[in-house]
């Protein structure tokens, strides 16, 4: 039984659980997920429609339509033409099924369009069933995600070693270089890279700019990419010299609540408590209010998906996820530092699919 024929299982035992009559798949990860097929984002509609006792149809423009790899076990194909009404096409493969169930980046105007044309159902978010399932990684999966983390090692290597300079270049210049690197390393695509230096460093999603990095500060370099189809996203903090006393702490305190909400990530544990491990690490050492963000997100076929490693988030970890750990913690105008890795909770414990060091590295 081939990866995407299991998932198909999965997706309708959950919709059946959840009470879901059909889904449909539109823009978003869950297409490919299922299909191995990638919505163009376009004003043409590319719909899959998976009813719960029938076989699932994408519904594809006719011009898109050379570009889906065929997988009978899975779903047939239904190409429409230009002129005609896919909307239409979608109500009919919908029938009279009522608890409907719709990508999440769906466009509004096929939303509504459908709502119109299908008076009288249910509508709900498909990652409501597709959620919690794609957080949960097959072996394909993780093999992927290993692959994406390993390149990006790779250039947080030459980060750490000082291959990467810092010293007298732009944050522009070092955020280009690392994007480089990660197209050569075997990534597809480079989807950020975050430079961070001295008080920009205190900013978690600063846009690298025309600072000049300087010597004697703290640099956040925050990258990632898509290899295979799967995401890397890795997080290391270096310094352009000696670092002060205060931000030589600052650094030790995330190194320590990084470790301990890694080692708290076991199957079983609430997602909330992986992120409390680090938060009172973090606040015990008198930086609570400068952790600003959650602990870590879900990762695969995007950047932030389920289980989102916060607050709130009761859900245990399953075997399989896979999610980043990457506390920070951020002195507005000043200084800050975070190290992340990507993490998966396996049935032996959780396993880091990043392996640069995190001990306080001095480079240029
Ligand atoms: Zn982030
Ligand atoms: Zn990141
Ligand atoms: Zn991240």
């Known amino acids: 039984m081939s990866a995407r024929v299991r998932r198909l299982a999965r997706v309708r035992t959950a919709m059946g659980a959840a009470g879901v009559d059909a889904l449909l798949l539109s823009l978003g990860a869950d297409l490919p997920w299922l299909t191995g097929y990638e919505a163009m984002p376009l004003e043409r509609l590319t719909m899959l429609v998976v009813p719960a006792d029938d076989a699932a149809v994408l519904v594809v423009p006719q011009l898109e339509a050379p570009r889906v ?210 938060r009172d690490r973090i606040a015990g050492a008198g930086y609570g209010d400068a952790f600003i963000h959650r602990t870590g997100h879900g990762i695969g076929l995007e950047e932030h998906e389920e289980p989102y490693i916060a607050g709130g988030n009761r859900a245990p970890l399953v075997a399989w996820h896979a999610f980043s750990v990457e506390p920070g913690i951020y002195l507005a105008g000043r200084w800050g530092a975070r190290i992340e890795d990507i993490v998966v909770a396996t049935p032996d414990g959780p396993r880091s699919l990043n392996r640069s060091r995190h001990d306080l590295v001095v480079t240029a």
């Open 69 to 278: 790899q065929p997988d009978p076990e899975v779903f047939g194909i239904r190409p429409w033409k230009e002129g005609t009404d896919p909307v239409a096409t979608v109500a009919r493969l919908v029938g009279g099924r009522r608890r409907l169930a719709v990508s999440d980046r769906t466009w509004a105007t096929f939303v509504l369009a459908l709502q119109q044309a299908l008076p009288g159902r249910s509508w709900g978010v498909a990652s409501s069933v597709t959620g919690p399932l794609r957080a949960v990684k097959d072996g394909e999966e993780i093999t992927a995600l290993a692959a994406a983390s390993a390149a990006a090692d790779r250039v947080a290597e030459a980060l750490l070693s000082g291959d990467i300079r810092l010293v007298g270049r732009t944050e522009r210049d070092v955020s280009d270089e690392i994007g480089r690197r990660l197209l050569a390393e075997g990534h597809d695509r480079v989807n950020f890279a975050i430079v961070g230096s001295g008080p920009n460093s205190a900013s978690p999603h600063h846009a690298p700019g025309g600072r000049v990095i300087g010597a004697g500060e703290a640099v956040v370099c925050d990258f990632g990419g898509t290899l295979g189809g799967y995401c890397s996203d890795t997080t290391r903090t270096v310094f352009t010299g000696e670092p002060p006393a205060e931000l030589a702490e600052l650094y030790a305190v995330v190194q320590e609540a990084q470790a301990a909400a890694v080692d708290a990530a076991t199957v079983g544990t609430a997602c909330e408590d992986v992120d409390r491990v680090a």
